[in-house]
């Protein structure tokens, strides 16, 4: 099982950004899958989660309206489409399904 996170960066308040994450190792169809991020000196929290067929989404508070999660099960893979990018968004960001990616860092900084 390997879920391989990509898209993160630096970016200025305000700005988007896409994170992708490449599934391998299990039937990916099978599976819900979610975005986590982890903050300086926070606690990993949830971020958004997407049933197996798509079907179903859901959102942190502090996200809604702004975050996107989106899956395409024919190529394994879910994204996470940030908008309205804050400085609070500022976290490492992990794809989690039956394990855990290896995250990928966004920092929202002018």
């Known amino acids: 099982v390997e879920l391989v996170e990509s898209g993160g960066g630096l970016v200025q308040p305000g700005g988007s950004l896409r994170l992708s994450c490449a599934a391998s190792?299990?039937?990916?169809?099978?599976?819900?899958m979610a975005w986590y991020r982890r903050a300086p000196g926070k606690e990993r929290e949830l971020v958004a989660h997407i049933s197996s067929g798509g079907s179903s989404t859901n959102y942190a508070e502090s996200v809604k309206g702004r975050f996107t999660i989106s899956r395409d099960n024919a190529k394994n893979m879910v994204y996470l489409q940030m908008n309205s990018l804050k400085p609070e968004d500022t976290a490492v960001y992990y794809c989690r399904g039956p394990s855990w990616g290896q995250g990928t860092q966004v920092t929202v900084s002018s």
């Open positions: 190792g299990f039937i990916f169809s099978y599976y819900a």
